[in-house]
Each structure stands twice: as C-alpha cells, then as structure tokens.
C-alpha cells in the first residue's frame, strides 16, 4: 500500500485534479455532464491521446519528437490522394501509417546512428514535411472520401465513437508495451542511463528506432482519425499539435529527462486538458484563455513533480 | 596450490611518452581477494583496465581461466567473466532493483516481462550475495552507495561473471556504505569468486585482502601474503623507502 502511494501519489494527484474540475464544472453549466456531451469530450481528446501515447515512449527515453503533428498533416495527405486516385480504403490506410512508421524510424535512425539530437531531427523533419505537403498538394485540400474511410474517423460502434475506440485500444496497448515488456523496460532504461543498457550489450540504437517509429506510427493514426473526421486532408492539419501532446506527456507525470514515465497519467492528462478546452466553450470564455491555462498548469504540474524528487534526493 | 584464474604477464603501456606500465605482471586466484596498493600514478587503474579490456597493451598477455588474450575488449572481457564494477556508470537511477539487476539478462515470455519470477530471483540473488535491500521495487537511486555497489556486483553475479574488480570502490563513502561494501567484497571472494581490490587505504587492504600486490613506476614490484607482511613493510615498498 506504502509503495502503491509512493510510485503512484502524482497520478492520484492527477485523478484528484480531474475529478475537482469535472465536478467545478458540472456545477457551472448542467450540459457539461450530459452523455452528449462527455460523448464529445472523449471524442476530441481520441487524437490527441493517440499523439501523447507515442510522445510518452519518446520523452520515457530522454528524447523529444517534434515532428508529430506534421506526420498527421502528411500522412493524412498519402492516405487522402491514394483514396482519390481508387486505392481502396484500408489500403490506402494502411500505406498511410507505414509512410507515418517510415518517418519516426527515419527520426530514429538519424538520432541514433548520426548522433543527431533529437531536437534538432524532428524539428527539421517537421519543416520538411510540412514543406514536402505545401508543394505537392498546391496547398489545397483534398477531399471527398468512401464511407469505409470517413467511418473510421465520425463512424460509430454501438453509442461511441470509432476514435474513441480506437485511442483506448491504443493507450492500453502503450501501457502494456511501457510497463510490462522488455521493450518497455528499456525504453526506460535507456533513457535514465542509455551508457549503462549500452555496457550491459543492450542494442540502444534499435530500441531507440522502435521507439521513434512506433511514436511515427502513433501520429499516422492520429492522421487518420483527423483526416476520416473531417472527409478532407488539410494542408495544414496537425499543426502545432505535438505542443499537445509534449504538453500532456509531462502533465502526465513523464519525466523530461528521461527513464520515468507512465501512459496511465498521461491518458489522465489529456483529459483534463481536453475537459477544460470543453469547458471554457461550454462556459462561453475565449479559447485563447485556454491556452493561457495549459501553459500555467503545466508549470504548476512539473514544479510539483519536481519538489517531489527534490525531497526524496535530500533523504 | 592451484593454477591462477587471470595471470596478465609483462604488459607494457605507453601513453605518449609517459610509460604507464612497464613490464607489468600480475597473477589473481579464485577464492581470493588481491588488493593492488601503489602510489598515484603507479599505473594501478592503467593494468585494470587493460585486464577488463577497456585498454588495449602495447606488448604482454591476458590469460583468464583456460583463453588466452593479447588485447581484450570490454565485450570480450565480459564474455569471460571479467568486469569492473562501476556503481555509477552501471546504474539506472529511476528504474528499480529488479530492472537493473537483470539488465539484458531479463526473464521474458514473448517479449513481456516475468515481473513476479524476477523479483523472487532477485531476492534470492541478493540474499546470497548477504545484500541487504528491503524492497526490490523501489528505484536504485533511493538506496545507499552501498546497496547500490551490491546491486552493481549483483548484476554481475547474474551474468555469469567470474571475476570482479574494484577501484577504489569506497572513496567518497562514510563508515556504514563502506564496511557494507567491505563485507560484500570479502563475501565475493568466499564464494569463489576472484577479487581484485585498488586501494590507498592501508587499514582496509590488511582488512580485507589475502595478497598485496605493490605497483611502482609501472611494474609489479612485490606480491605478498597479508598475513606475512605489516603496513609498514608495504608502505615502505609503496614509497620506495625499501629501496626495491
Ligand atoms: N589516458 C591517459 N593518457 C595519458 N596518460 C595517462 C592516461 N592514463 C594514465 N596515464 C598516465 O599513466 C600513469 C599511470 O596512471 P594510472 O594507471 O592511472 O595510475 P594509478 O591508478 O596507479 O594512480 C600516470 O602517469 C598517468 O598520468
Ligand atoms: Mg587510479
């Protein structure tokens, strides 16, 4: 019991946050826990929990990727003019997230084998991306999908939403594979001591490729579901989201130095975060306010994250 | 008596002009502690780290159990069972006992981890090893620098290693870290295991080893017998005052 309150007293902290925010705002506007309207919350949060599941690998490992909103705004292009060429749907999907696995294994690569920092990879990669996009789309959307395609993005399983499905499925996978596998543990590992798991003949290199790639192939799915919800692939979609996503990995309780990190806390945090974007509209507040929120709370998370590890090393 | 496990032999090290090592030989057997004493720059860590391979010599040979080596690297150093243990450089703060006790050695089944198996191994491991650490799931940067050398050697342990060499394993530790790593160096040795020790500290060595092995200017000048020698005799040696 001792140690579930010790490993786990941020994310209670969390849980406890999202439950005075729920009930502040359940009490400010009686439409805010309508099913409807929950229905919409978790909706909204599907990408952005999909996006912050594969930052949560990242930033576990002591590296940052910028490049995740652009792979949304690419890789939901390649699946949108392979869909308007007659691919067939999943197909087209499914080239789609393997272009998406392709650039977070590229990202790794060049972090790994050209020692490049990972800063510097995916903010470049980011630029090309969102360049490569501008030329060969002219800047114009693409749009007019089949059924099939757009069903993965506003479909529904019985009452909820396929996003809502599908980015549940997705963070409960992201917890097992951080917590329960070896991949996990050395995503972790290598991100608090990355020369350690090197001397212990752990292949750093290729864990730090799986890590990118599957963070790519998080964003690639992020692309879908905003591609498929809007039945057109914007130029310009995802932009600004890996803010998002950093954003709500750390609120999460993930470390940004690494080997410290959990999906439970970030799923948490991307609902808060979501519920209080919700919340300012519901409340008729500018959503520039929003922002202004984020920000503060962010530094208020991680200053109390940090007090915390300041007075355990003080013991 | 029995046949040396390491017996590194006449190995010479230029760095530049500097000769760190000239002519070095240095013999350890299992079941024994050896401590190598000797002046700063004697080339004490210089002839470690050539046996633990992070050194190539430019002359001389390694032999370790039956194999015999002129250069090592680390990985082939490992691979026969050699490894200096480094608490520092060998630890992964955040992650807890087990993960780091089993670091590239963990039980799995398709890839997801046997949490429960590993805990349970890394209790017994420990507790063989008389490795005090009450819970196995809290992050190794939490425990002492003691419990954390145990948790290094553990690991070692594990891997199947063989021999284990310390430099200045307790500098920078108060009383209570350093008897604990005293005492698991003595056990290591207890066990069968061979231990090489670097240390200035004279009261320890006569603590803790069986031989003395002084360095002086790059070569092995004397090995002795801890029982049949005094502090003095070696410190003598160690300074040049007993004119060898
Ligand atoms: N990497 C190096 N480059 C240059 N000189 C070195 C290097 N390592 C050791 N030396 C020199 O070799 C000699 C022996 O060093 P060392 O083996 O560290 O001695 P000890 O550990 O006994 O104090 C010293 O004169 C030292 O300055
Ligand atoms: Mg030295």
């Given amino acids: 019991m001792k140690r579930f309150l010790r490993e786990h007293s941020y994310t209670l902290l969390l849980v406890g946050i999202l439950i005075v925010t729920i009930v502040i705002l359940s009490i400010a506007s009686p439409y805010f826990l309508s099913w409807k309207n929950c229905r919409n919350i978790l909706n909204q949060s599907a990408i952005y929990l999909v996006l912050s599941v594969g930052m949560t690998f990242v930033i576990c490992m002591g590296e940052i990727d910028l490049s995740v ?22 197909l087209a999907v499914l080239l789609g997230l393997m272009v998406a696995s ?13 020692k490049i920092n990972s800063f510097i990879v995916t903010l470049a990669m980011m630029t090309i991306l969102r360049g490569v996009i501008l030329v060969w789309t002219n800047a114009k959307p693409i ?33 097992v594979i951080l917590h329960k596998t070896v991949l996990g543990n050395y995503c972790l590992f290598c991100g608090t001591n990355e020369l350690a798991a090197n001397r212990a003949g752990i292949n750093v290199r290729k864990y730090k490729i799986m890590i990118f790639t599957i963070c790519g192939l998080c964003a690639g799915i992020a692309g879908l579901i905003v591609t498929a919800r809007l039945n057109s692939a914007e130029p310009l979609a995802g932009q600004g989201y890996e803010m998002d996503a950093i954003a709500a990995t750390i609120l999460g309780g993930t470390s940004m ?45 991680v200053f109390i994250s940090e007090s915390n590890k300041r007075k355990r090393s003080e013991v | 008596m029995q046949e040396a496990y390491i017996r590194a032999e006449n190995l010479y090290k230029d760095f530049g002009h500097v000769q760190a ?25 210089t002839l470690i780290k050539i046996i633990s391979g992070v050194l190539t010599p430019d002359r001389g040979e390694i032999h370790i159990g039956n194999e015999v080596f002129s ?8 691979e ?34 046997r949490k429960k198996e590993m805990k349970a191994e890394a209790e017994k491991l420990l507790e063989s090893l008389d490795i005090r650490i009450p819970d196995v799931t809290q992050p190794v940067g939490n425990l002492s620098g003691g419990q954390r050398q145990g948790v290094a050697v553990a690991r070692l342990v594990n891997q199947g290693g063989k021999v284990f060499i310390f430099d200045e394993p307790t500098a920078a530790m108060g009383i209570n870290e350093t008897n604990a790593v005293l005492t698991l160096i003595r056990r290591l040795a207890d066990e069968g295991y061979v231990v090489i020790v670097i240390s200035h500290n004279m009261p320890q060595v006569f603590n803790i080893s069986d031989r003395i092995c002084v360095m002086r200017h790059g070569q092995v000048i004397k090995e002795l017998r801890t029982e049949d020698t005094s502090m003095d005799e070696v410190v003598s040696m ?7």
Wanted: net charge neutral; with cysteine.
């Fill in chain 2, 21 to 45: 090592l000239r002519g070095a030989s240095v013999f350890a057997y299992e079941g024994e502690v050896l401590a190598i004493v000797g002046d700063n720059g004697a080339g004490k860590s």
């Fill in chain 1, 102 to 114: 392709a650039i977070g294994f590229t990202n790794g690569f060049l972090v790994s084998y050209c």
């Fill in chain 1, 69 to 90: 909103g652009a792979i949304i705004g690419f890789s939901g292009m390649i699946m949108g003019m392979l869909c308007v060429a007659g691919v067939p749907s999943l």
């Fill in chain 2, 80 to 113: 026969a069972g050699v490894s200096t243990v480094y608490q520092d450089l060998a630890l992964g703060n955040t992650m807890d006992v087990t993960s780091n006790l089993f670091l590239g050695n963990e039980l799995s089944r398709f890839g997801f981890l």
């Fill in chain 1, 143 to 175: 749009y007019g999908f089949s059924d099939i395609f757009t069903f993965l993005g506003s479909g529904k399983i019985g009452p909820v939403n396929v996003p809502i499905v599908l980015s549940l499925l997705i963070a409960a996978v992201g917890a």
């Fill in chain 1, 257 to 301: 130095q690494g080997g410290k990190g959990n999906v439970l806390g970030t799923v948490i945090a991307c609902l808060i975060l979501n519920i209080l974007k919700n919340g300012l509209v519901l409340l008729s507040i500018s959503s520039h306010y929003q922002e202004v929120l984020t920000g503060a709370i962010l530094i208020v998370a």
């Fill in chain 2, 238 to 244: 160690i300074t040049g005052a007993a004119g060898i």
């Fill in chain 2, 71 to 78: 250069s090592l690297s680390t990985r082939k150093a490992i």
